[in-house]
């Protein structure tokens, strides 16, 4: 057994193995394969995916509104966002507009860098938050039992060549690990990056560290290369200086779970440490009673999300251009209002397809396969029809912008992407 000296006294490599790097070098999840990202620097960086989950069913009918249809106004008399005015809807085209509260986005539109979408949906018509959102995040038609992993998770699983081996190569910022990266080997949970940390016990002695570092500096055993990668990412985290990250071109994110997510996202895109997804969410959408119009509750969520995309976007500037962004949500809500000035469970609703990259035909177009919003042309109770299959959106992103089989990963698919991407 080989020894070394700390200035606390002896220390043997199964010691320091067993007292530092199994427990007192308490990285987030114990993985010590984080180091893999500092001697990983010469990795091919592909397209990353984002994708922002709003869960609870966003009233797509506020955020990307219908205003030219005369039977949104008459099913909504108090929740009706009313036609384009000062400080009212945001014209896009001259029948959809943006609710208030996204108006952070219209520049992007008008950029070409942000694609609505409305009409999106699964044929799920259970109208269950957990069915509707298992549904969503495996990438199957209408049951989650068909597909045991999650979308993403199969993703990352086709387009692993065995070259990129960083533990932040999927990340969710999340308290646990959400369904759309099950089944993917690289997929790290998280909900700060102030977690992935060197701990060392107070009764150390202060070169600990560096005695560490000595003992695990040669080897090709196990132990060796774990002390190694260990300790090395100790020196690339501090490097990223998460806390202190300051973001490019003045962007602000707002303080919320969302922006301090995204903004972190951007800090792992520009620092190139093998990021290819990151996944997040936004709970709060089940807006039964006070749902609120250009004001109130709902408006509070979009702002939210509104501001945080566009200092996301902002922040990352030109590397936009190899980042999509997916804001989803398992279901819309009823045309019409309820009694308590909100909106019941219903089908379809919108998504957004943020990118640097979109096309003239994607980016600052509004997708819709609209029919107006007649009784007769509605589903079930008095629902927004789906007219675009969610997992056609998917399939799309993944065929065109990872290059691979997003038919295979979608099985059932029908196979008419939007173009968005």
């Not at 980042?323 to 949500?329: A, E, G, H, I, K």
Request: charged letters at 20%; glycine letters at 12%.
């Amino acid at each position: 057994m080989s020894w070394t000296t700390c200035e606390g006294g002896p220390v043997s490599r199964r010691d320091a193995l067993s007292s530092t790097l199994a427990a007192a070098l308490a990285l987030w999840a114990g993985r010590s394969a984080l180091g893999q990202i500092a001697v990983s620097q010469n990795r091919k960086e592909r397209d990353v995916l984002v994708t922002i989950f709003l869960r609870g069913g966003m009233d797509g009918l506020s955020a990307l509104v219908p205003y030219a249809d005369d039977e949104y106004h008459k099913a909504r008399p108090s929740l009706s966002l009313g036609r384009p005015k000062p400080g009212g809807v945001l014209d896009l085209d001259g029948f959809f507009g943006l609710h208030p509260a996204l108006a952070p986005l219209l520049p992007l539109y008008r950029e070409g860098k942000l694609a609505p979408l409305h009409g999106v949906g699964s044929l799920d018509q259970s109208r269950s938050h957990f069915e509707a959102m298992g549904i969503m995040e495996r990438g199957a038609a209408s049951d989650p039992a068909q597909l045991a992993s999650g979308w993403l998770g199969r993703t990352l699983a086709a387009l692993d060549d065995g070259q990129n081996t960083s533990p932040l190569r999927a990340i969710a910022f999340a308290p646990v690990m959400p369904d759309i990266l099950r089944g993917a080997t690289t997929a790290s949970v998280l909900t700060d990056l102030s977690q992935l940390k060197l701990e060392i016990p107070q009764s150390a002695s202060p070169g600990f560290q560096k005695s560490l570092e000595k003992l695990y500096e040669r080897g090709d055993e196990p132990l060796a290369r774990a002390g190694r990668e260990t300790l090395g990412v100790l020196e690339t985290l501090k490097k990223l200086d998460p806390k202190n990250y300051k973001p490019a071109h003045a962007a602000v994110y707002p303080d919320s779970m969302l922006g301090k997510g995204l903004r972190q996202t951007a800090l792992l895109l520009k620092a190139n440490v093998g990021l290819e997804a990151a996944a997040l969410d936004r709970g709060g959408w089940d807006t039964h009673i006070a749902q609120g119009g250009a004001s109130g509750y709902l408006a509070s969520q979009l702002d939210d999300v509104a501001k945080s995309l566009a200092a996301f976007a902002t922040d990352l500037g030109p590397e936009l251009s190899r980042v999509t962004c997916l804001v989803m949500t398992e279901f819309g809500r009823r045309v019409g209002e309820n009694s308590g000035l909100g909106t019941d469970h219903g089908r379809a609703s919108c998504w957004f397809v943020l990118g640097g990259h979109l096309p003239k035909t994607g980016g600052g177009k509004v997708h819709a396969r609209w029919a107006a919003l007649k009784p007769d042309n509605l589903e079930g109770p008095g629902d927004v029809p789906v007219t675009l299959d969610y997992r056609d959106i998917l399939a799309e992103v993944v065929t065109r912008r990872l290059k691979i089989d997003g038919a295979a990963l979608f099985p059932g698919a029908p196979g008419h992407g939007p173009g968005v991407v």
